[in-house]
């Protein structure tokens, strides 16, 4: 029997794309005489479509576009996964299915069973067992996280999912590695705003060794042969900062294609946040398309500048400089009657990063240069950065990932060839907003911030259990303090790419809190 | 048998301040002979705690503090709600509970079945019946949603709750309407951010008729004697634009006072929206402790500084005139090298809006006075206010009201003498960013927005169910259409006092969506 492994990338909600690539994969496949193609969870209408799943005729135009890919496939099987309507309930509550497609007729439905909390707010689970006879065969059929039914005679197991990518989590198929009989798992790939899809669908035999493997991050249509004999692949070297930069370089790219942006902007300080996110920018959608402003103060080094112009120049972007020093006196000088001679504060210190905030916007919005946001999970955690200046921007590129990990994706883009100036990788953090600031000023060093912050947010940790771990007191109560305090800011910012194990926006903290 | 009705207002987290106010409940309950005081769910801790749910720190000291509570509970009984963890469990979950402390003792824990999408994050349900027999009666506890079980012998009914205020919704007692047995429900009153929890206690008899009614949106105590006979009350006369007035007010009070701010700003247009969030913050917090910035620029109209400076004189509240022309010529100058003669734009109607944020956010970094939003849910519906400019501020007042409803606000806020000027009320809403502009230039009027937008979101109509009421299609269309594409200025507004049925918070449309 020949099963062929459909690795795609959807939009969601975009009916007429996502059906033409199902519609290539089947005829690609009863062209290579295929006996069943296989597509992720959720390709009809792509994932994630929130509250629109809600809706009624999102949910007919799946089933009309579920009835055509039906009509397509005669002569081969179909399993495919799209939304479906539970027919019992009174209220718009639906099923995350796995249809199966049989010479033409949709013949059977398997639903998911566990659900993930998001998933839980628009999903009924179920309990009905999903396996089905085809071809003298038991095949089990399981939908994301499910695993597949305990059941005598199963001679195979087909897992359709829409699994993220997750930094230093490359452990899917042990999920799968104790069955007795050979599973194919086909993962979506692709990003749709903040989440990643990492493809990397696998083929494993019934002694749980992978036979087959399709690649990251990019989409890819292989046929397994059950009566072929395959040999178990070698482990997987695997590069994680590679994964990394990949899975963000795919969700900036996608960001970008799947809205139909074009052109993009940011600022470009001469600091490491900015010149990783330039980097992967210019990697992700050419560097003709970005266009970065150079914004100056007063406070500014004159490396600030000399970093930032070597990198544009490196990698070829368009750059102008625009100081800022008349704008902040004006705006001052139209304060002077309310600020009158009070000491320089943080009032100033944000007023410079607001200008910035507000020239990127004016490019953005002139010119349709969608603002790409570089502020780091570091940052955005102990709240180091300013609203409505630092936050600011369409999409988050680095608000995943942690500041140490900054600079070891900055060391990956140099790995062939120094792009990032070796000055902005080496120089001591500053923000810039008053003379001879330096991040450490006000922060831990980033080693142990970035530790204690791991800690407590992925590890969900206490304040007693990271101090019984060896970590300053001070610290700890520090960063603690400073993460609950800014919960407001990151209630703000635009979305991020997700690529961490728990990312902000799936965690909250109370803004009135005295805990 | 007499019973004690605690109404209270708790801060998430606060749990010594928390325990104060139940401790001098239980003292005033026992000075009055009651042989039990109720208070209503998530006493304790307050409510909504989020995440720090899952922090083994916090559970550990609300039980610590149940246990001092227990303490203080000699000759008297005492229903009380809190997180409780849930032994079995490997991973942190816990019940949403009601516990029962007898002289002392926690005897009884009673946990919440029917939990909410976002309760379902962080609790188990569960299946035990809940009741207790006490001084020979049967007595049937419930949480939140939950209906007291179906049992015999049962001779009242205890709901304790968290219920937030809806407006045009007042409807709870319904739900218990149907029993045959007395009910006494304790609602938790004040505001944690977004949630207002609107107190209004009640106990029906029997027959479902209200017999005792504590008030809205404030604390109160009042004891309930089993033994007297009490008669129905009237019906209650309800204003329904009174109570979402009052809501409002009690969300600023509790924002203000739970996160320990004393004075506010916002920008003061002369429009309609500012007035309204003007007036409400004076009513809550004091003229007083209010700083606002009229902020002019070369398309405002002269009456927009009259009408603005009348309703500050009304109120007697601080105020400051700072035209943002310069400032606004000062950051066209320094982009005039990028800009060169492209003609006026969006790019430069935003900017203004921005100039103005920044302004007051200048004001509020310097003298710490938090930033009032006055963006409006018609608003936000359809994107119409600049982001990083409009949308600003700390939390938003009315981000969660229909214009039109802030209009009926604008007239309750006026109705013992003007304090709102009737200019500010009849003259046509306008953004005043280029020459002559108003909302109906891009915007349909309000009267149709809102009843296209409420059927949409609220009542979860799709396009066509909206058309066949008879709206026009191209409006509806339009509508539509930027409510889809506005989503990112969503998602990076912040917090808003929600009111109605369906905030924005609660439902999240796809990014990336071509549906």
Same mark, same amino acid.
């Given at each position: 029997m020949k099963i062929a492994i459909a690795q795609q990338n959807y939009s969601v909600g975009d009916f007429g794309k996502n059906a033409t690539k199902i519609s290539k994969a089947i005829f690609e496949a009863k062209s290579q005489k295929a006996d069943l193609v296989v597509f992720p969870e959720m390709s009809v209408c792509g994932s994630f479509p929130f509250d629109v799943l809600q809706k009624e005729d999102f949910l007919e135009t799946t089933m009309q576009v579920l009835q055509r890919i039906a009509t397509e496939s005669y002569e081969i099987a179909v399993l495919i996964g799209c939304p479906t309507y539970c027919e019992d309930e009174n209220e718009t509550k639906v099923y995350d299915s796995a249809i199966l497609i049989e010479n033409g007729i949709i013949t059977r439905r398997f639903n998911k069973k566990n659900l993930s909390h998001l998933e839980s707010k628009y999903f009924l689970t179920d309990t009905e067992k999903n396996f089905f006879e085809w071809k003298n065969q038991k095949i089990a059929v399981c939908v994301g996280d499910d695993v597949p039914e305990e059941e005598n005679g199963i001679s195979l197991a087909i897992n359709i999912t829409a699994k993220q990518f997750k930094y230093k989590d490359s452990h899917f198929s042990d999920q799968f590695s104790k069955t007795q009989y050979p599973v194919i798992c086909v993962n979506q790939v692709g990003a749709n705003t903040e989440r990643v899809f990492e493809g990397h669908s696998f083929v494993l035999n019934k002694n749980g060794e992978k036979i087959l493997q399709l690649p990251y991050f990019t989409e890819d249509f292989v046929i397994f042969d059950t009566d072929k004999n395959y040999e178990p692949l070698a482990k997987e070297e695997c590069n994680e900062i590679g994964l990394l930069h990949d899975a963000l370089i795919l969700g900036i790219q996608d960001y970008f294609s799947k809205n139909g942006f074009k052109t993009a902007t940011l600022g470009l300080s001469g600091g490491i946040d900015s010149a990783v996110v330039l980097a992967l920018a210019a990697e992700a959608i050419g560097s003709e398309n970005i266009r970065v402003l150079l914004l100056p103060s $007063?406070? %500014?080094?004159s490396h600030s500048i000399t970093d930032a112009e070597g990198l544009a120049k490196n990698l070829g972007v368009q750059y102008d400089i625009v100081p800022i020093k008349s704008i902040y006196n004006e705006t001052l000088s139209a304060l002077s009657p309310i600020f009158k001679d009070l000491p320089f504060s943080v009032a100033e210190e944000n007023l410079q990063a607001r200008i910035r905030g507000i020239l990127l916007m004016a490019l953005s919005n002139k010119f349709g240069n969608i603002l790409l946001n570089t502020s780091n999970k570091s940052e955005v955690a102990v709240g180091y950065g300013t609203l409505y200046g630092d936050t600011n921007g369409s999409v988050s590129v680095l608000g995943d990932v942690y500041k140490t990990d900054v600079f070891k994706l900055a060391r990956y883009i140099n790995r062939g060839k120094e792009i990032i100036p070796e000055h902005t990788i080496i120089k001591p953090p500053s923000? $810039?907003?008053?003379?001879? &600031? &330096?991040? %450490?000023d006000s922060l831990p060093n980033y080693d142990v911030l970035d530790a204690i912050l791991y800690q407590y947010i992925e590890c969900g940790k206490t304040q007693d259990e990271i101090l019984k771990m060896g970590f300053e007191k001070d610290v700890v109560e520090k960063t603690l303090r400073l993460l609950k305090r800014c919960e407001f800011k990151r209630q703000q910012l635009c979305p991020a790419i997700r690529v961490s194990q728990k990312p902000f926006g799936e965690i909250q903290i109370p803004l009135i809190a005295k805990f």
């Open positions: $007063e406070y %500014s080094t923000a $810039e907003l008053h003379p001879n &600031q &330096q991040d %450490s």
